[in-house]
């Protein structure tokens, strides 16, 4: 799993808004986040919450996206259902995950973590151990502000 200070691994895979590119962002902060299952009780309240401050993450330079093993299909109508303006990848074969070190014990999807990175794409903050989903909307934002 990167840790704060390094590069964030570079990726592209499919999204709810076509291909996406993480090096495509550079030049915009970019808060990573991993969640477990689409519709599920505390990815809905996480994804809530990111879409409920998403105007404050876009007044930092920053874009959100969220990456799971759903299909696109069903992360587009999750992001419909919540009003969620920004992109989710579907990584269904894991390749992110892996690539993030972010799979469950099972290896079955991801675990719930969330990477700030940085304009130029250095990880500079990781959280996870969160005992409520949608803190985890709350502490990036944290992050991003304390970056200045």
Do not use: W
């Amino acid at each position: 799993m990167p840790s704060p200070g390094e590069p964030a691994p570079d990726f592209e895979a499919p999204s709810t808004q076509g291909p996406l590119k993480l090096s495509s962002l550079r030049g915009r902060r970019v808060v990573l986040y991993f969640f477990p299952k689409a519709f599920t009780a505390g990815c809905t309240r996480e994804l809530r919450r990111f879409a409920e401050l998403y105007g404050q993450f876009r007044s930092l330079n920053a874009e959100v996206v969220g990456v799971s093993r759903d299909s696109v299909d069903t992360l587009r109508r999750f992001a419909a259902r919540y009003g969620a303006q920004f992109p989710l990848v579907s990584d269904e074969e894991m390749k992110v995950i892996g690539l993030y070190g972010v799979a469950n014990e099972r290896g079955t999807g991801a675990r719930r973590v969330t990477f700030v990175i940085d304009e130029g794409g250095v990880v500079k903050a990781v959280i996870e151990g969160l005992r409520r989903a949608e803190e985890h909307a709350d502490k990036a934002l944290e992050a991003l502000r304390s970056m200045g």
